[in-house]
């Protein structure tokens, strides 16, 4: 069975910093991409960052890229999120995720290409 469970959200005020941390069980964890996504009050889910299931590549949304930094944990099957420079945009339930297709050369920005998903942690930036 495989298991997403994502931890570290919390409230910070604008301009501050938070890490987000995420453990993937139940799945060769080196074979499938993990990307991180969120969605906020009467918004879509959108697609944060991914790391290739190889580890050598990171992928950033617009919003995001040069604020947030996206790694593999010391940990075996984990993911990291820094997310630095934090603003109120940046307000979301932030969920971890799996993709179907195994060993893809670019992971998917699109949520429906991701199998299987955390219970999401809020981010809460304000002062």
């Known amino acids: 069975q495989v298991q997403v469970v994502e931890s570290g959200g919390g409230q910070v005020q604008p301009g501050g910093s938070l890490s987000l941390h995420c453990a993937v069980s139940g799945r060769t964890f080196s074979s499938y991409a993990v990307a991180w996504f969120r969605q906020a009050p009467g918004n879509e889910r959108e697609f944060v960052a991914a790391i290739k299931w190889s580890g050598n590549s990171v992928y950033y949304s617009d919003a995001v890229k040069g604020r947030f930094t996206m790694c593999r944990g010391g940990d075996k099957e984990t993911v990291l999120l820094q997310m630095n420079s934090l603003q109120a945009e940046d307000t979301a339930v932030y969920y971890c995720?799996?993709?179907?297709?195994?060993?893809?050369?670019?992971?998917?920005?699109?949520?429906?290409?991701?199998?299987?998903w955390g219970q999401g942690t809020l981010v809460t930036v304000s002062s």
């Open positions: 995720a799996t993709e179907y297709t195994r060993q893809r050369n670019v992971p998917s920005r699109a949520p429906s290409d991701y199998a299987y």
